[in-house]
């Protein structure tokens, strides 16, 4: 079955760094489409960025030239690196897949971004 499991979240400082993992299994990894989403308290769950099969990534505005997302297709594992946070950037952030129309999540990782 598919099975995405998330890493690297924790608290961090304003301007501060993270490197998200998602580890991916159950599927033909390199043939989706993956992508990140947060969510914060009170708030609906939002896309941050995508990449495609070949490699391709795009970004919601809020973090364009500060995320990048990535993805091993031999390792079967998208990351996403975040730099500058700011405490907007506080949320849980989920990793997916929709795989024969079905969305697929992990059980997310929280980030904290505080002083």
């Known amino acids: 079955q598919v099975q995405l499991v998330e890493s690297g979240g924790g608290l961090v400082q304003p301007g501060g760094s993270l490197r998200l993992s998602c580890a991916a299994s159950?599927?033909?990894?390199?043939?989706?489409?993956m992508g990140w989403y947060r969510q914060a308290p009170q708030k609906q769950r939002e896309l941050v960025a995508t990449?495609?099969?070949?490699?391709?990534?795009n970004y919601v505005d809020s973090v364009k030239g500060r995320f990048t997302i990535s993805r091993d297709n031999a390792k079967k594992m998208v990351y996403l690196q975040m730099e500058s946070l700011k405490p907007e950037d506080t949320a849980v952030y989920y990793c997916?897949?929709?795989?024969?129309?079905?969305?697929?999540w992990g059980q997310g990782t929280q980030v904290t971004v505080s002083s």
């Open positions: 997916n897949v929709r795989v024969m129309g079905v969305n697929y």
């Open positions: 990449v495609t099969t070949g490699g391709s990534a």
């Open positions: 159950g599927f033909r990894f390199s043939m989706y489409t």
